[in-house]
């Protein structure tokens, strides 16, 4: 995946880039594309580069629907990522009991999976609102793109580690950025046997906050 960002300084580029992709800086190659000035005397600078992301995962397999429940699915998030302008192809990559694992194939796979995942979890969503019409809410289906969710999860992990060990060292507390319930399960269960440290979610909706607080205890 190639995606383009700007900044005012090369750093900031990237740090929008970090941003938005939910990676860490050494997920990704960067190459600066141009370095540009403008307004009164050429004084305020611009710096466009270009992230290089390799997906170097590979995923169980690629099945073709093999009921109406699959085929209704997948014929559901092609026609919406259709009409939404930036059409996709939708493989079957994954089946379980409870779960089906679906993956986006696109050349605006960047736009559908949206600034923290948000976009593509508001597709995973309305396809378990039809899965639940369909008389399969036992079924989860499970929407991924570029390898996305695994690396945001990988990213979620270590920057739990980070803060863990920035709350024991500092004794103080952090508030994370503003997470959905999986990605809230997997910071509060990465710090679960840290001692010293308890974490607790806050904020209402959808998208709440993980705090990271000192309970006192040794220091490792």
């Known amino acids: 995946m190639v995606r383009e960002f700007e900044g005012k300084t090369e750093k900031e580029a990237i740090d929008a880039a970090v941003a938005e992709l939910g990676l860490e800086r050494d997920e990704f190659d960067v190459e600066i594309l141009d370095t540009q000035k403008s307004g009164f005397l050429g004084m305020q600078k611009k710096v466009r580069i270009r992230v290089h992301i390799t997906d170097d995962s590979t995923y169980a397999g ?3 629907p093999e009921n109406d429940f699959e085929h209704a699915i997948v014929d559901f998030i092609e026609n919406l990522t259709g009409k939404m302008g930036f059409p996709a192809n939708v493989q079957i990559v994954y089946r379980e009991p409870d779960k089906l694992g679906v993956r986006l194939d696109s050349e605006h796979s960047s736009i559908l999976i949206g600034r ?23 079924i989860k289906v499970v929407i991924d793109s570029e390898n996305y969710r695994s690396r945001r999860e990988e990213s979620l992990v270590r920057l739990a580690e980070r803060v863990g060990d920035q709350v024991k060292r500092t004794r103080s507390s952090r508030l994370l950025e503003p997470m959905n319930p999986f990605e809230r399960r997997l910071i509060h269960t990465a710090l679960a046997n840290i001692e010293g440290i308890e974490t607790k979610s806050e904020g209402e909706g959808l998208y709440k906050q993980v705090r990271v607080s000192y309970t006192g205890g040794s220091q490792r």
Request: aromatic share 4%; hydrophobic share 40%.
């Open 62 to 64: 690629q099945y073709d």
């Open 116 to 138: 923290k995942g948000k976009n593509l979890d508001a597709l995973q969503l309305l396809a378990n609102v039809v899965a639940g019409r369909l008389d399969h809410s036992e």
